[in-house]
């Protein structure tokens, strides 16, 4: 997703407190040293000092110990351990032969408490009480000159236990807020993350804008919708995109966001994109934070709708069409049967004029039925109901319609005659489409044809193809009618073709059925000369024993 996406802090607990022990195992030496320079030298101070080599001794190795694990602290666990061990027999030293047990800084040994409690557990914990229990002992047997500072010590080593107790529970829990805290930010971006992915999944243009129309954030559709590999974070999306409604007016997103105060849909819009128009859907709607009753910025979704709208255009053109070519031979039918019901009543009437009626409403009705069965096939070639191909014996298929359409061609004393080469195989293809497409082909062969004859050819092509070819020595088709003759309910002008009932369907569902089965309908006819209709199709592959 583009545009400017803060992420959250990322704070590791560990490293944090690690760094906190290293600025703590610098100060409190140094504090030490301090407090020991002046209780040994200071008009106001005391000195505790056993002896001044001890003294000079344990304060430098203070500061040595101190700047060392503050400027060169170790990586390894080892490391670790082993400056614990020497912060522990430093400090046991220095109580002992320094400063004493009883003094104000005895509880900087919580500090020492609990860098042995992050680097050891428990473990560093009892190591840490044990040298405190020594050096309390310790500086009973060396300091101690009466029962009042017996017990200094005590409540002072006591103190030290309680304080590093609760300084280890106070950073324990905080610890356990700081976990909880990583561990929502953590499922946080990673729901972020979710939503980020199936954002960008979209087809749809996704925006985001701020109160002025400029965006800060888009998905992955919208550089496809624009066309465009350019960063649209910070400018402005009416300069991206120019925009016009149905009254050819500038649509202007900067201008709209402004008013809307619930979710927008508009329908209705035409962009020009790459020097090409594209139908737009545009769904926006303004963001408000919760309790909030002004706007924070807007979303908006766009949707490329230019093939839904073109389907809906050509549905509706259809529906009108349809409903005009099957008004005219209802009406005609309703006309003829509402004249023979007068004429019946009438006992003059000749018989014949009662019987032409019926015939002609006949007639009209068994056009509409023609009708109806070709925008069912249609119907179904659109949902591909019948795609599912099979294998189809030629041979059987081309006798079952020479059995259907002979009687008809006889009808109109015309020859019907099977041109097929032996052992001519099969072909996998839907047997409904297949044979529709030929039926459409002699049912126009036999009405457009009044002398001479019809003749199916089937016969092997090239790379392992059966052509199919359906000609006849009928009226023929001009060159400038060739030009209309797969578009629906379109019928030549020629008067020979406006005295046959036909529907203007056929051979639109017949282009429609040859692109399911992936051919191309071939014609070659002049007018006057008859026309012959080809395709071919794939073979089923013969495998020899």
């Known amino acids: 997703m583009g545009g400017q996406v803060k992420d959250y802090i990322n704070i590791d607990p560990s490293t944090h407190r690690m760094k906190i022990i290293r600025w703590i195992a610098l100060l409190i030496p140094l504090l030490l040293v301090a407090y020991s320079v002046f ?24 500061v040595i110990i101190g700047f060392w694990q503050f400027f060169a602290a170790p990586r390894q666990p080892i490391g670790h351990i082993a400056g614990l061990i020497g912060y522990h027999i430093l400090a046991l030293t220095y109580v002992l032969t320094v400063s004493g047990f009883d003094m104000p800084l005895i509880y900087t040994w919580s500090a020492l408490l609990l860098a042995s409690s992050v680097y050891l557990g428990q473990s560093g914990i009892n190591i840490s009480i044990a040298t405190l229990f020594a050096a309390a002992s310790g500086s009973v047997i060396i300091h101690a000159s009466d029962d009042k500072q017996v017990v200094s010590i005590v409540i002072h080593f006591l103190g030290t236990l309680i304080i590093s107790y609760m ?9 356990i807020d700081q976990a909880e805290l990583l561990r929502s930010q953590t499922a946080e971006r990673l729901q972020r993350d979710r939503i980020v992915t199936i954002v960008n999944n979209l087809s749809d243009a996704i925006i985001s804008t701020d109160r002025n129309g400029i965006i800060s954030l888009y998905n992955a559709s919208a550089l496809n919708l624009f066309d465009t590999n350019t960063d649209l974070a910070g400018k402005c999306i009416d300069d991206f995109i120019s925009i016009i409604d149905k009254n050819k007016q500038p649509f202007k997103f900067a201008d709209k ?36 009753v002004s706007d924070d910025g807007y979303v908006i979704i766009l949707r490329d709708i230019t093939k839904q709208k073109s389907l809906d255009d050509e549905r509706d053109e259809f529906i009108s069409v349809v409903s005009h070519e099957l008004r005219t031979p209802i009406t005609i039918a309703e006309g003829s049967l509402s004249n023979v019901s007068l004429m019946i009543k009438r006992p003059d009437i000749p018989k014949e004029r ?11 009705i068994i056009f ?26 030629v041979q059987a298929l081309i006798d079952e319609l020479y059995a259907e359409y002979a009687p008809q061609a006889a009808d109109k004393s015309l020859t019907f005659d099977i041109d097929i080469a032996p052992q001519i195989g099969q072909v996998s293809q839907s047997r409904l489409y297949l044979k529709e497409i030929l039926q459409n082909f002699i049912t126009n062969a036999i009405r457009y044809t009044e002398k001479g004859g019809v003749t199916i050819i089937v016969k092997p092509g090239e ?19 060739q030009a209309h003759l797969y578009q629906k309910f379109w019928r030549s002008e020629d008067y020979r073709t406006r005295e046959t009932s036909g529907t203007g369907l056929g051979l639109y569902v017949v282009a429609k059925l040859a692109l399911k089965l992936k051919t191309e309908i071939k014609l070659k006819s002049r007018l006057n000369h008859g026309s012959t209709f080809s395709f071919s199709l794939p073979a089923v592959k013969k495998f020899k024993s």
């Open 39 to 62: 209780m040994q030298f200071s008009p106001l101070g005391k000195p505790t000092a056993v002896n001044m080599y001890a003294f000079y001794a344990v304060n430098v190795c203070w």
């Open 167 to 175: 300084v280890k529970m106070v950073i324990s829990a905080q610890a």
């Open 257 to 292: 966001l402004h008013s809307a105060k619930t979710t927008q849909y508009r329908d209705d819009l035409t962009a020009r994109i790459s020097n090409e128009s594209i139908r737009l859907g545009a769904t926006y709607s303004p963001i408000r934070s919760t309790n909030s």
């Open 354 to 364: 009662l019987i032409n009626g019926i015939s002609t409403a006949h007639e009209q």
């Open 368 to 393: 509409l039925a023609r009708m109806v069965n070709d925008l069912s096939t249609l119907s179904r070639a659109e949902r591909g109901v019948a795609d599912e191909p099979e294998n189809i014996d």
């Open 463 to 481: 790379n392992d193809t059966i052509n199919f070819a359906v000609k006849d020595t009928g009226i023929g088709i001009s060159r400038s009618d």
